[in-house]
């Protein structure tokens, strides 16, 4: 079994917290990587020297509060928007477009907005923008890398019953932002921009000068005191009665405890609120300076949550693009190839005879779960159509946030791809085994789990050599215990880690297709209880029933286990009641991040 060193080592470093470093001074360190939460200020870090080439870095905004509506009639949650994704490669040098060593990259991270629980109308709080800056070493001035905007909050009307919520707009690749926060409703404020001052920063547009305390061009509010020429970059947040925006860089608006009228999101720009017209909360846009060396960079849409959470910011070092082929199997002299290295939308995917150029190299996305070309990082592999009748055709087509006919995971038990749109069908090469050393072309067919035609290789991907001899399901952050049904084989027993004992039948499995099922009592298998996705919800031992809420899917390039009933949401442990993770910690449903208590190894 290999470890997974595809997609930036995603599963080690987003939110590896052994890395996370809380400080608000420059402070030299070691070129190693690192992930910083929310902290409410901002938080400084010096380029060492490296022999790196590339640093990446990753900006999210703080997701926009949602609200819980409750009264006699009804019981509903409305969601707010997520924060932005953005990503970027940057030179690491001397030039004058590079990040030079001994230089500060300073990380200001967006808080969530305040979510309200209410029997009436109100309005959430906009997530804050997340920002990194940089000052060049022997230099007082700072300039802006990037900013990814927070969600903007959510809202309900009573009367008119209508809730406000919706998808994230699509980044605008490389054009300046215009620095404004998220717009508001009415007479409620928009979040802050990303800088600016009372002379020539325009807010949200609700947010009217009579209205003082909802007025976001101040220079604390906004996150850079005297905009990205004068001053530096230190976030802020905004003080009201209603449910708080989130702090950042700018703030997220507040929301209004009177009525539906929710806060924008802050940032660079922030998502706009929900109101009570039914027009939709969205996520925030990212704002990237290009006048840097960014070689390669994307960022995507996050649609909205019900569980909002703080915005986070990261950095690691690098040699190369992390990209990796695609191979047949059946004969791993065959890549999957994009037709004479073209980009148009349509263009062909096909297996070819394996070269290394970039058009048979790809980039695996564990944050949105593309796979993008890297002739060009903005082109993802799709579903035509959106498709998924057997012979539909894989193509090539424009990256499109949130469009689930380009979501893929890869399945490590047995060298599937699945798609996101129906995770019972897979990539096929047609008729590949029957013509090994033939190109053929790539689409969807139902997934046979021992079709040669549908199994693929990647390096550094985590695959079981025979899935029939599993056993274990191990997780790393506890390698003496093993997940088990707690009372054994009955229906509704709880899933849970248990001391790793090879005579125990009750940690022993059996993975048949996308179903995990109790080895020796093969009509009970592991189910998410009532197919709730919620972060926090149980796992169980349930009679096999063949539902969604029955299907995982062994990620082979995250270690992670994914629900089909939704793949960004993944299988992971809790502490125990001694505060470790081991005997009697608790196995449950949550948002895939990447962190250790969401990877598991497969074990006879």
């Known amino acids: 079994m290999k470890n997974y060193r595809v997609n930036f080592n995603w599963q080690k470093r987003l939110l590896a917290l052994s890395f996370i470093f809380c400080f608000c001074s420059a402070s030299q360190l070691a070129a190693q990587d690192a992930t910083y939460q929310y902290k409410g200020s901002y938080q400084d870090y010096v380029i060492p020297q490296t022999t790196n080439e590339y640093v990446i870095l990753t900006a999210v905004g703080g997701d926009g509060g949602r609200l819980h509506f409750k009264n006699l009639l009804k019981d509903f949650t409305v969601s707010g928007g997520k924060g932005s994704f953005l990503r970027a490669y940057f030179k690491i040098g001397n030039e004058s477009t590079s990040l030079k060593p001994g230089s500060t990259l300073r990380f200001i991270v967006g808080e969530k907005g305040e979510s309200r629980q209410t029997a009436g109308s109100t309005g959430a709080g906009g997530g804050g923008g997340t920002g990194i800056a940089y000052k060049e070493v022997g230099t007082q001035k700072w300039t802006l890398l990037m900013v990814a905007g927070g969600g903007g909050g959510a809202g309900h009307d009573l009367i008119q019953g209508r809730n406000t919520g919706g998808a994230s707009p699509a980044y605008a690749e490389g054009k300046e932002g215009d620095g404004k926060g998220g717009e508001s409703y009415k007479t409620v404020g928009g979040g802050a921009g990303a800088y600016g001052d009372d002379e ?63 806060g ?184 046979k789990y021992t079709s040669n035609n549908m199994k693929w290789t990647i390096d550094g991907a985590t695959t079981i050599s025979d899935p029939t001899k599993v056993k274990h399901i191990v997780p790393v952050l506890a390698t003496s215990f093993a997940v088990h049904s707690h009372t054994g084989a009955e229906s509704g027993s709880n899933i849970q880690l248990w001391t790793k004992d090879n005579t125990n039948t009750a940690e022993q499995w059996y993975f048949d297709g996308l179903a995990i099922k109790m080895r020796d009592h093969q009509n009970l298998c592991i189910d998410l209880s009532q197919s709730n996705t919620s972060n926090g919800n149980n796992i169980q031992l349930y009679n096999c029933n063949g539902t969604n809420a029955q299907k995982w899917m062994y990620d082979g390039l995250t270690q992670s286990i994914r629900s089909v009933v939704n793949p960004d949401k993944c299988m992971q442990i809790e502490k125990n009641s001694d505060g470790v993770y081991g005997k009697r910690s608790n196995v449950q449903i949550y948002d895939c991040n990447g962190s250790d208590a969401q990877l598991f190894t497969i074990l006879e």
């Open 200 to 262: 020539y920063f325009v807010p949200g547009s609700g947010a009217t000068s009579n209205t003082l305390k909802y007025k976001y061009g101040e220079h604390a509010k906004a996150g850079w005191s005297g905009g990205p020429d004068t001053g530096e970059p230190t976030g802020g947040d905004c003080v009201s009665t209603g449910p708080q925006g989130g702090w950042g860089f700018g703030a997220g608006g507040d929301g209004d405890t009177a009525s539906a009228y929710p």
């Open 264 to 447: 924008g999101g802050g940032g660079y720009s922030g998502g706009g609120a929900g109101d009570s017209d039914g027009d939709p909360a969205t996520g925030g846009t990212s704002y990237l300076n290009r006048s840097m060396q960014t070689p390669h960079f994307f960022s995507y849409e996050r649609g909205t949550t019900s569980s909002p959470e703080n915005g986070y910011a990261s950095f690691e070092f690098t040699d190369e693009f992390s990209s990796n082929s695609i191979r047949f199997a059946y004969n791993t002299n065959k890549c999957i190839d994009d037709y004479g290295s073209a980009t148009s939308n349509g263009n062909n995917i096909q297996t070819y005879n394996c070269t290394g150029n970039p058009n048979q190299q790809w980039f695996f996305s564990s944050h949105d779960r593309t796979v993008r070309s890297m002739v060009n990082t903005s082109k993802c592999l799709d579903l035509s159509g959106g498709n998924t009748n057997n012979g539909t055709n894989i193509q090539l087509w424009d990256c499109v946030g949130g469009n689930a006919n380009q979501f893929w995971v890869y399945n490590g038990l047995y060298k599937t791809i699945h798609s996101g749109k129906n995770s019972d069908k897979c990539f096929d090469a047609t008729n590949g085994s029957a013509y090994p050393n033939s190109n053929v072309n790539v689409q969807l067919w139902d997934c």
